[in-house]
């Protein structure tokens, strides 16, 4: 009953800060490290992966319509609005997708409760929330060069305690990009790298020495995908009212709080 409890808790963790921009990542470790989870990163893949599954299909529901448009475009080989957001989102995808397969054993030793790290990385979100919120609103879509630039920030957003969303979101409205439209940008971007992370880990055999049990598994993901699909859509109607500066004070609280436990304990 504890190991489902846990899995339930890491589920809602995954699906509200998935979308919203104070690091999934970060907060998984915060929470495995309150929750005193012993277990090595590579022991705890399947469990992540699967949540990171969960979002993935709860962005897949959210913004089903477009996807669908999106694929109806390719299929037809036209080269219009669908086809070229597509193509923007592949190109978003080259600097995580080179991060990622380069330094992979490097990035997992990140994730093995590197705790004082994840509070720098939420004080850094933070700032970037900071700045996004003081910029101006304007009606600009996404062109390559952009796609570059917030691909480069999701590269970055690897790193635990880097919210993804807070950082694409941030640098996309940084760069005058509709408010919307970034968030539309920066939810769809991520599901290709997930589904990819996914398709690698289970090719590499990286589940098959995990003690995680289907049920938690099961929980973990009804969990983060509810949640998710709540979190995205709230999220979206924050970044259009530019109320990002609240997650701003949360990632300071919650670095703050950690710096200071970890110093107390020391």
Known sequence: MLELLKALVLGIIQGLTEFLPVSSSGHLELAKWVMQDDSLAAESMLMTVTLHAATALA????????????????????????????????????????VGVLFDDMLEALFDRQIILVAIMLIITGLLLFLADRAKNTEKA???????????????AILPGISRSGATISTSVMLGIDREKSARFSFLMVVPLILGKMAKDMMDGDFTASSV????LGVGFLAAFLTGILACVWMIKLVKKAELKWFAYYCFAVAAVVLVWKGVMS
């Open 142 to 156: 996404v062109d390559w060069k952009d796609a570059i630039i917030i691909g480069l920030a999701q590269a970055v």
């Open 59 to 98: 962005t897949i529901v959210v913004f089903r319509k477009d996807i669908i448009e999106i694929l109806g475009d390719l299929v037809k080989f036209q080269w219009n609005d669908g086809t070229k957001f597509a193509a923007l989102i592949v190109v978003s995808m080259i600097p995580a997708a080179i």
């Open 213 to 216: 049990s289907l049920p938690e």
